[in-house]
């Protein structure tokens, strides 16, 4: 690096980019949900922020895969339209 300093580097699941995105869209955690198809990048997000978490299965992570993390999200949806349902 032309700094000579080692970089920081930050994404999902990094909770200060969560607590950014919370801060610019002026909301708390307690008013967001974290929704996303990766038990490894999106749920270990929202659990390691405080904030509510939302599997969908209509992604990458499968009903069966679930039971293989140590950390579980709050709800389990078979896509995203079953937010809109209410399932």
Same mark, same amino acid.
């Given at each position: @690096?032309?700094? &000579?300093?080692?970089?920081?580097?930050?994404?999902?699941? +990094?909770?200060?980019? @969560?607590?950014?995105?919370?801060?610019?869209? &002026?909301?708390?955690? %307690? /008013?967001?949900?974290?929704?996303? %198809?990766? @038990?490894?990048? %999106?749920?270990?997000?929202?659990? /390691?922020? &405080?904030? /509510?978490?939302?599997?969908?299965?209509? &992604?990458?992570?499968?009903?069966?895969?679930? /039971?293989?993390?140590?950390?579980?999200?709050?709800?389990?949806? +078979?896509?995203?339209? %079953?937010?809109?349902?209410?399932?």
């Amino acid at each position: @690096m032309a700094t &000579g300093r080692k970089p920081y580097f930050i994404g999902k699941p +990094n909770p200060l980019i @969560m607590r950014h995105a919370i801060k610019k869209l &002026g909301c708390t955690r %307690d /008013e967001t949900l974290i929704i996303g %198809d990766r @038990m490894d990048t %999106d749920i270990i997000a929202g659990i /390691e922020s &405080g904030i /509510e978490t939302a599997l969908v299965l209509s &992604g990458i992570t499968k009903r069966a895969d679930i /039971e293989l993390f140590p950390y579980q999200p709050d709800h389990v949806l +078979n896509c995203v339209a %079953d937010i809109i349902r209410g399932a």
